[in-house]
């Protein structure tokens, strides 16, 4: 048996005991006790739900006429006592509710219940609905139980969670009082529902792929590592998925794609997580033009779907999806928005003062290539508001595309921009296995000089290719990035459910 490896485990955390609880819980604590004593369970089982607030307010008139009997749960949002009269506002998935509980109706021993609960409390309401003098749509209970009894206080009802990074370290608070935060993954989910139902109706495959790869491939980034006892070696988590759906499509499913996570080792900030969510996907007898078309199709009727609408604002800016996207070589984007024209440019000096001339940092070992992507990078994808597809990308830097018929320094690559953040990259997939061989070996040669996100050899992955990887189109879409767009946000963490975070103390 292997040895085990001595991985540092983080320091266990303890849990407050019930004296260090604020004197709010102290009182919490109390009415659960009190709750007890009577024989009321502060912790319930389960309560059969025929009815949600959305369905009450559009079927009103039916259930108000028939004398309905609705049964709903939810949280207990504000709650206003008036005697032997008491108003709850309750919230469940779809919305809030009034509730209007009576002595007389619920009985006094059962009213009791109600001095007992606390703004936060999950509870189970059966009765008949009706509208208030004001015109409030309520439902009048009949009978009323807790089904949790919230211990910890929700925020103040007119301040909400203090600070943003409160709000994603305590994401279920968050979802309680904002309904603006569940909107945005309530839109978050049919987004990717979209996203798979115009794949799936394109006669695509669904598959699933190892998360945990021997080899670090189909992207240039940092891997995380991790290590297997039983078979005593290293693992990393999967980067891309991409090496193994071209190992699909070389056994003969034509058109594949996968919707999940993948993981890299790089910096935090608005537009990056650690992990996050893609959609990749392969087309066989297909080139990037393809899938350039296809990246639109998704991108435009996606927002068709969820939004009712291809124009979108984000962050003050009025951006169209509709298509056909602009579309740019990457020398001509260059030229376009510095006045450096690289097109024709052969020699490795003449690059470097082009690039100086429009203070872009380069590195000695950076080829002309690169030099190129440089450039693009420094002044031209900040320039990239409306939907923009960047093609011909240098070898350099695309070691899994297929070079240009026209100039083989060149790849069929393309890269989707919008509001000058990268949302997709696509190509067409190199299935020459010897040119595949070299490039890796190119990229070997780049990780031994120190290029840690460079590829490592993928001695299988050349042996698939033998057998014959038949013409292919590429795609990879960021669904996250999709997400913020759609849905206006401006963090990635505003559309992740659990973003990682610092340490408190960092």
């Known amino acids: 048996m292997a040895e085990e490896k001595n991985i540092q485990q983080p320091e266990e955390k303890i849990l407050p005991t019930e004296s260090k609880f604020n004197e709010q819980m102290q009182v919490r604590l109390e009415k659960m006790r009190k709750m007890e004593e009577h024989d009321w369970q502060p912790f319930g089982h389960r309560f059969e739900c025929t009815d949600h607030a959305s369905d009450i307010a559009a079927n009103f008139e039916e259930l108000a006429a028939k004398e309905t009997v609705v049964r709903l749960a939810g949280r207990i949002m504000a709650i206003r006592g008036h005697g032997k009269t008491c108003f709850m506002d309750m919230m469940d998935k779809s919305g809030r509710i009034q509730i209007y509980v009576r002595k007389d109706a619920v009985g006094e021993e059962n009213y009791l219940l109600i001095k007992l609960m606390d703004i936060g409390d999950i509870v189970g309401v059966s009765g008949t609905v009706f509208r208030t003098h004001m015109g409030e749509l309520s439902v009048k209970a009949s009978s009323l139980e807790v089904l949790a009894k919230a211990l910890r206080p929700l925020p103040e009802k007119w301040h909400g969670l203090k600070g943003i990074e409160?709000?994603?370290?305590?994401?279920?608070?968050?979802?309680?009082?904002?309904?603006?935060?569940?909107?945005?993954?309530?839109?978050?989910?049919?987004?990717?529902?979209?996203?798979?139902?115009?794949?799936?109706?394109?006669?695509?495959?669904?598959?699933?792929?190892?998360?945990?790869?021997?080899?670090?491939?189909?992207?240039?980034?940092?891997?995380?590592?991790?290590?297997?006892?039983?078979?005593?070696?290293y693992l990393y988590m999967r980067i891309a998925p991409e090496l193994y759906l071209k190992r699909l499509i070389v056994g003969g499913l034509e058109r594949v794609y996968e919707l999940g996570r993948v993981f890299r080792n790089e910096g935090i900030d608005i537009k990056h997580n650690p992990e996050f969510t893609i959609v990749e996907?392969?087309?066989?007898f297909a080139d990037y033009k393809d899938m350039m078309e296809l990246t639109e199709i998704i991108v435009s009727q996606t927002a068709k779907n969820v939004l009712g609408t291809m124009k979108i604002t984000y962050e003050g800016q009025d951006i169209d999806l509709t298509p056909p996207w602009n579309r740019l070589t990457m020398i001509e984007a260059v030229a376009k928005y510095t006045g450096q024209d690289f097109m024709g440019v052969a020699d490795?000096?003449?690059?470097?003062?082009?690039?100086?001339?429009?203070n872009v940092p380069i590195e000695k070992k950076y080829g002309i290539g690169k030099i190129i992507n440089a450039c693009f990078e420094e002044h031209v994808e900040e320039k990239l508001i409306q939907p923009t597809f960047i093609t011909g990308h240098p070898k350099e830097i695309s070691p899994l595309a297929k070079s240009s018929a026209e100039d083989p320094e060149i790849t069929d690559r393309f890269e989707g921009f919008i509001y000058a953040r990268e949302i997709?990259?696509?190509?067409?997939?190199?299935?020459?296995?010897?040119?595949?061989r070299e490039r890796f070996l190119k990229q070997v040669e780049e990780r031994a000089a120190g290029d840690d996100e460079a590829h490592m050899m993928d001695e299988d992955f050349v042996n698939t290719l033998e057998y014959g990887l038949p013409p292919t189109g590429g795609l990879g879409i960021g669904i996250d990035r999709l997400v913020m767009f759609l849905t206006g946000s401006s963090s990635i963490r505003d559309v992740l459910f659990f973003p990682h975070m610092r340490n408190k103390n960092q």
């Open 348 to 358: 490795i000096e003449t690059a470097r003062q082009m690039a100086a001339s429009i």
């Open 166 to 233: 409160m709000r994603y370290r305590q994401r279920y608070v968050d979802l309680i009082v904002n309904p603006v935060v569940r909107d945005t993954f309530v839109k978050r989910s049919q987004i990717v529902k979209s996203v798979r139902e115009i794949l799936d109706s394109r006669d695509f495959l669904e598959v699933e792929t190892p998360i945990m790869h021997s080899i670090a491939g189909g992207a240039a980034a940092r891997s995380f590592i991790t290590y297997h006892n039983a078979l005593d070696r």
């Open 424 to 436: 997709c990259n696509g190509f067409t997939e190199l299935n020459d296995p010897i040119d595949q």
């Open 281 to 284: 996907i392969y087309q066989a």
